[in-house]
């Protein structure tokens, strides 16, 4: 029943953005972004969540890219849904990737967009829950401590080019508490926003964990729908913040 009305929705959404991509090409939504660098930590004795790549605490910082941007892309002056992608690099050369989106942090504001004037006091959520052993995770960040950060991408670069954006990351069952597992330092990349930077958490999961059928086919139609006619050079193709919003 549940992937049956799920399948509708995401029919729906991926006409939606097919639609849409044809006016604003090649980002339906998101268009534009600053780019950062930086490395994760993980957090010692920190609670599993039942997803390998969470709980497999590692010794030494792992290299991070990233890309914060406004969804409608609406002057800065106004609020909007804004999108924090993660992509988190192994020794191996492969990496997995984190799409997340401006929400509220309590249930069931964890589920809910809620569009910010810039990353100040955001939280950037998952909205929809990982398959783990353990059951639904969600994974959200935040800045710790908090800061007054610029909604201008051009001031936030040079903002965070005087001063790291100290991100943590934090996993939830659906209805639970938040648990920290990782910070992440970010500074702005040597490398400017460019169609070819794109983040694809299907093609790059999280290593130990799955995805449920019902997510799968709301989402899938609009990634279809987004990547149409992308090459995906260089980073990985996805629908960029397509995936974040959904």
Known sequence: MLAGLAGVAGTALGGFFSVLRRIRHPR???????VLTGQATWIRDAAPSGIGWIDDARGTPVEVTARLSRGVGLPDRLPDVLGLALRLHDDDGGHADVLLASTGIGFPFRFVLVPRRSATGATFGSLLPYRSARGPVLICAR????RVLPADLGRLRRSLKEQP???RLYHAAPIDKWHPFADVVLRPAAEMDSAELRFDPVGHPLPGSTTYLWARRLRDPSYRAAQRGTSGVGRGRSPGI???IL
Do not use: T
């Not at 339906?28 to 600053?34: C, D, K, T």
């Not at 800045?143 to 908090?146: F, T």
């Open 28 to 34: 339906p939504i998101h268009p534009h972004g600053l």
């Open 143 to 146: 800045s710790v401590p908090p």
């Open 165 to 167: 954006w100290q991100v």
């Open 242 to 244: 397509a995936g974040a």
